[in-house]
């Protein structure tokens, strides 16, 4: 992933990888179980490698969303790849499609290096050849059109976006698109489970297959009301106050949304928000805590500092 000359708050997004609740980490038992048997069949570099590569796909998810201002809290390890714990919900169609683009376009920049390389040593081969394909096969296959899948989110996104414009009712919008992306997601699953069947008959015996088609199965209907771990993400300079840290002052309109607001912050500076109408008046300034205040009390990151001053200045007359 590339990051710009300022930082854009990717430093902030190592408070990430520090959890309230426990390790950002969590390895569920059947990958365990999966990890006996691939050392059972002499595969374990590669099932241990698939892991790696599946890591890094989320880890890419989780910077995507901290730059929005969200805290993806958990990865989880599972027998044929790795999820993580989240919440999205707020923010908009466009920038869902950006985080879960930016999993796949990550892993398939690794095979590119890993291609560049070959390049320029050919010798390298060898010793990077699994590590480009497994990159390149976890890229491929998440960018179908599938649920659970970042492609089945991706096409889901980009129907809502065309019928919201057709349809009246967000709502209805979104589920005429998530019903369109489930049946193709069966029809996936069913196309695996039919491709597993057909090579029994022959005798040979791809569990893949079958795992990959109930995992789409399930992921269709799935834990659907289950409500995920959802955190914004911490600003507070605590830890740099104690040790001194030089101030930073930004002017802005109150027009100016969170997620604009985003990429001013840095672990190198405390921030401190000048506020000013159309007029160029200035209204307040908001320091950097304030600031986490007000956005952990926002409903999603493209409210403006303007609105939010408001309604926390009236919370706080009423109480």
Not at 8 to 35: M, T, W
Not at 202 to 225: E, I, M, P, W, Y
Not at 228 to 234: Q, R
Not at 293 to 305: G, H, V
């Amino acid at each position: 992933m590339r990051y710009r000359k300022h930082k854009r708050q990717s430093a902030d997004c190592r408070s990430f990888y520090k959890e309230k609740n426990g390790s950002v980490f969590r390895i569920h038992p059947l990958f365990l179980i999966a990890g006996i048997w691939y050392a059972f069949k002499g595969e374990l570099f590669l099932f241990l490698l698939s892991a790696l590569v599946a890591v890094q796909h989320e880890c890419a998810h989780a910077f995507a969303s901290a730059r929005l201002g969200y805290k993806l809290n958990k990865i989880v390890l599972m027998p044929f790849g790795a999820v993580i714990d989240g919440d999205l919900r707020g923010i908009s169609f466009k920038d869902e499609i950006y985080v879960a683009l930016c999993g796949p376009l990550c892993n398939l920049c690794t095979a590119g290096i890993f291609i560049a390389i070959w390049w320029l040593t050919p010798t390298m081969y060898a010793f990077t050849d699994t590590a480009c394909l497994s990159s390149l096969t976890i890229a491929l296959v998440n960018l179908l059109p599938a649920y659970p899948l970042d492609g089945g989110r991706i096409l889901k996104c980009a129907l809502a976006r065309a019928f919201v414009k057709r349809y009246p009712n967000e709502d209805y919008a979104v589920k005429k698109a998530e019903n369109i992306c489930r049946i193709l997601t069966l029809f996936f699953a069913s196309v695996l489970l039919v491709l597993f069947a057909g090579l029994c008959a022959r005798k040979q015996f791809h569990f893949t297959l079958l795992a990959f088609s109930l995992f789409l199965a399930v992921g269709t209907f799935g834990n659907r009301d289950k409500k995920a771990v959802y955190d914004k993400m911490d600003f507070s300079c605590r830890d740099g106050l104690a040790r001194g840290i030089e101030l930073r002052r930004v002017a802005v309109l109150d027009t100016c949304t969170v997620k604009n607001a985003l990429r001013f912050l840095s672990r190198e500076n405390y921030l401190v928000f000048e506020v000013f109408d159309c007029y160029e008046r200035h209204l307040f300034d908001l320091p950097q805590n304030a600031f986490f205040e007000l956005f952990s009390k926002a409903d999603s990151p493209y409210e403006t500092l303007g609105n939010l001053w408001v309604k926390f200045s009236q919370q706080s007359i009423e109480k």
